[in-house]
């Protein structure tokens, strides 16, 4: 058992190498106009829901527009030199209220569907309860008897003596923390977003998190994952996900929370269930 632990110890630092880092898949791009990859199946309906009601809303514009045209040809002082008297238009009437409800029922009908897969919790294969604190994350895996803090790459709780001596600072970017962003396994582009733990999950697996928050009303979010869930002190929420690709994943607190609110990335890292079972048994 000693020498299966050791080996399973080297395998969980083997996969920590900076060389080995996972590839990283959720992140903000510079004027970047699209959504990240969608890495769930949540995460597909909502840009599948944008998509569809965004293709209504152009509809919607052009009609308008086009008639705000017709209107301006038809019945300017040239065009309509003698104006009508009427005073309402019943079948009008009835069409400018029907076709909006009409167009509201639609919407309804395929974005319902959408909430309800969001908010009807499964079964968990795995379940993660996280808490948030001002201004940093805590992770806890009830049945693995893991539980660690998590912080932003550059906070004063990261730095240690001899990052200092190689001139990084506090919540600055710099060359010295674009070499610590790499030293611990990162791109050098990835200040702000980083964290010096990361929440490990395994590909393909049923993913159940309780969400909460012990001073502030935070908020947990993974653009990629389609989830984002406000943390609230006093009382425990939940969101859920199965993420299809392995990789890094990057979010941030979404709920202004404090002075220190854009310091509060959250780090997710998708591994394969022989990599998660080598890092719980390292952690453990």
């Known amino acids: 058992m000693r020498i299966l632990s050791t080996l399973m110890g080297l395998w969980a630092a ?4 900076p ?3 996972q590839e990283t898949i959720g992140k903000p791009s510079d004027a970047g106009l699209n959504f990240q990859p969608a890495t769930t199946e949540l995460a597909r309906d909502i840009q599948g829901l944008d998509t569809f009601i965004n293709y209504i809303i152009f509809a919607i514009t052009i009609f308008v527009a086009l008639l705000l045209i017709w209107c301006i040809v038809r019945f300017n002082r040239r065009s309509n030199p003698e104006p009508g008297t009427f005073t309402h238009n019943t079948p009008l009437e009835v069409a400018w209220t029907l076709g909006p409800i009409m167009v509201l029922v639609i919407i309804g009908a395929f974005s319902l569907p959408v909430l ?5 919790i499964p079964e968990g294969e795995l379940y993660i309860k996280v808490t948030g604190h001002q201004w940093y994350w805590t992770y806890e895996y009830p049945e693995q008897g893991i539980e660690f803090d998590s912080y932003m790459l550059g906070h004063p709780a990261t730095i240690t003596e001899a990052d200092e001596e190689a001139g990084v600072e506090a919540f600055k970017n710099s060359d010295a923390m674009r070499g610590m962003l790499v030293n611990a396994g990162y791109n050098d ?4 977003l980083a964290t010096d733990t990361r929440v490990i999950i395994p590909v393909n697996t049923v993913v159940v998190m309780g969400v909460t928050a012990d001073d502030v009303i935070h908020s947990w979010t993974i653009p990629s994952f389609g989830v984002k869930q406000d943390a609230v002190p006093g009382r425990l929420a939940q969101l859920w996900f199965k993420a299809e690709k392995e990789g890094i994943f990057f979010g941030q607190c979404s709920e202004l929370c404090g002075k220190d609110h854009a310091y509060m990335p959250i780090t997710v890292e998708v591994v394969s269930q022989e990599a998660f079972d080598a890092w719980v048994a390292a952690e453990s």
């Open 189 to 192: 582009d990835e200040f702000l």
């Open 19 to 21: 060389a080995m880092a």
């Open 116 to 120: 309800f897969k969001q908010q009807e």
């Open 14 to 17: 083997f996969l920590a190498l």
